[in-house]
């Protein structure tokens, strides 16, 4: 029997794409087009544990962030605070963990969602196995997904 | 009609409230809460007709809001509005009373098919 422990490239796509679709507007879809990370901008993460064990990350810039938040919120840009910030980038990456997560076998939990301007580094117990250089009203998005490595074959 | 909506993230409980009335079901009073045990409080307080909860949230998470509500003997329809949408935690909300499980990200259809038997039953 296989027991996959990492997400498809494909699944993790569909899970992003249609969370943006519902939330974000169909009109302005997310586009597989690799646009450079400039550094600094906004990370959300979240950690799944038990049954299978991972750390899923949404990396915005700046502007990608407020946009996200005024259309999740239907405000005005100028109207976004940082609280509103942390609180629309949480719930984005609560639903893209969250259905990542339903994708895999066994039982496990999701963390509460982290929030912050800048880098959330994964765990040093951590590896990249599945990553997405998305671009949505012409700024980069990236979403990676960090698990344990596979055991060691003797 | 009143509802309670129970989230910890302000923006999922604005677009809760405006998935309500996209989906035809406007001009039910809304009561919100920020996390499950606020949630008890308020349905002391509001008796509501229908709460849709978070699962996943601080202080008291939705499924022990769901179960707490149930052993004290309240019977008020409960619905999870959750990011998590398997098959293991559809049983789990289930076997605890709820009446229905909404997956996030969720389209006005698939909130209108899921109140359709809760508050068409009540209105």
């Known amino acids: 029997m296989t027991v996959t422990m990492e997400p498809s490239l494909g699944d993790v796509h569909a899970v992003v794409e249609e969370v943006w679709s519902s939330f974000l507007g169909a009109e302005e879809p997310i586009l597989p087009l690799p646009t450079p990370m400039p550094p600094g901008g906004w ?17 915005l ?7 996200v938040t005024s ?10 605070t940082d609280e509103d910030l942390r609180d629309a980038l949480g719930e984005l990456v609560n639903m893209v963990g969250g259905n990542i ?28 196995v599945c990553r997405l250089d998305l671009t ?19 | 009609m009143k509802i309670l909506v129970v989230d910890d993230s302000r923006v999922m409980r604005q677009i809760v409230i405006r998935t309500l009335r996209q989906s035809g079901h406007a001009g039910h009073d809304i009561v919100e809460a920020e996390n499950g045990r606020e949630g008890l409080e308020a349905v002391q307080r509001e008796a509501p007709d229908l709460v849709l909860s978070d699962w996943n949230m601080p202080e008291m998470s939705g499924i022990d809001f769901l179960t707490t509500l149930r052993a004290s003997g309240g019977t ?20 605890a009373g709820a009446a229905f499980l909404i997956a996030k990200p969720f389209t006005p259809e698939a909130f209108d098919e899921a109140l359709g038997t809760v508050l068409g039953a009540s209105t």
């Open chain 1, 136 to 154: 949505w009203r012409g700024e980069p998005v990236v979403v990676t997904v960090h698990t344990p490595p596979p055991p060691a074959v003797a």
């Open chain 1, 61 to 67: 810039t700046d502007p990608g962030a407020v946009h």
């Open chain 1, 43 to 59: 990370s959300a993460a979240i950690t799944v544990s038990g049954g299978w064990d991972a750390q899923v990350t949404v990396q």
């Open chain 1, 101 to 128: 997560k339903s994708l895999m076998a066994g039982a496990a939990v999701l963390s509460l969602p982290l929030v912050g301007h800048g880098d959330i580094s994964p765990g040093s117990h951590l590896v990249e």
């Open chain 2, 76 to 95: 008020v329809p409960f619905g999870f509005v959750t990011s998590e949408g398997s098959a293991a935690m559809r049983a789990q909300a289930e076997a």
């Open chain 1, 71 to 80: 259309t999740m919120l239907m405000c005005g840009e100028d109207d976004c």
